[in-house]
């Protein structure tokens, strides 16, 4: 028997409320050549009945025994027993659009460079959509090409994990998931680019991402804002940072005092800050002074490595468009954080 396109890792704990709707839409996808492995994470609810009909009913879904270690363990799980060359994540509460498979499948085949891609998300219902949530649907709605995700990579994980479609050899090649404490689909999303690969989003909207009171993001250590400073600062030293330049942390606020603080922990001490308020310039923050931006200024030899961290809307593009006027070129000489 030829092995499927697609293999669907779904992992599921106690999700008999929305595994139905959520099994429909894997139903109606126009690209039907694919395999489930379906993972009963540990359920103490319907969930394993409700797997094992489902299974009964279509020979493409394998229902799998997880240990109830968590998301990352089931994901491996899943993944081990994959046979496509393609590897499609998805959420036992969430809905997908009903070509979401063959145009990332179709996209892939195109784009050789590129090993994973994401979707344009929404979420619902909409009456849970607060600020936050809408904040961060609309910034990863607005990242499209490779170009555009590889730019933000460290301001969020840029593309959706429940819309990430991957290459099944380039996942293996990284070493698949990995459980350090923090997000397991941001930690992937940097190897795969430190290995060389490609990232890239499609524009279309495929996913409804369900906001559910017991969300994994709302109720685990691991998806703190801590624990996403620590991923990004652990791929940040392994291959982001020219070799002999100083670091300027643009922003010495609510984002740039913890990433300097979290640098500093890695013994890595920022020779400066930068900063526009006047009551700031001067000071000293975790041993380095705030600077005006004109303290970037100079020859190209001795300029610092910019990390733009701040957090207000908009801030990011005017702080980018006034290094363009300093001739500083985006990942050469800086990147940005949030």
Known sequence: MNPPRLSVLLPCRDAERHLDECIASLGAQTLSDYEILAVNDGSSDGTPGILERWAKRDPRVRVLRGTGSGIAEALSLAANHARAEYLARMDADDVIHAQRFHLQWRFLQARTEVAACGTGVRYFPRGRVGSGYARYESWLNSLHGQEEVERDLFVECPLAHPTMMVRAAAYRQVGGYRDRGWPEDYDLVFRLHRSGSGLANLPEVLLSWRITAGRLSMRSDRYSPEAFRRCKVHHLLRGYLPSGRAI?????????KPLARELLRHQLQPAA????????????????VVCLPSHLKGRADQRPFVLIAVGSPGAREDIRASLAEMVYAGSKDYLAFA
């Open 248 to 256: 300027v942390i643009w922003g010495a606020g609510r984002v740039g």
């Open 273 to 288: 800050f930068v900063d526009l308020d006047p009551r700031k310039i001067g000071q000293q923050v975790h041993g380095a």
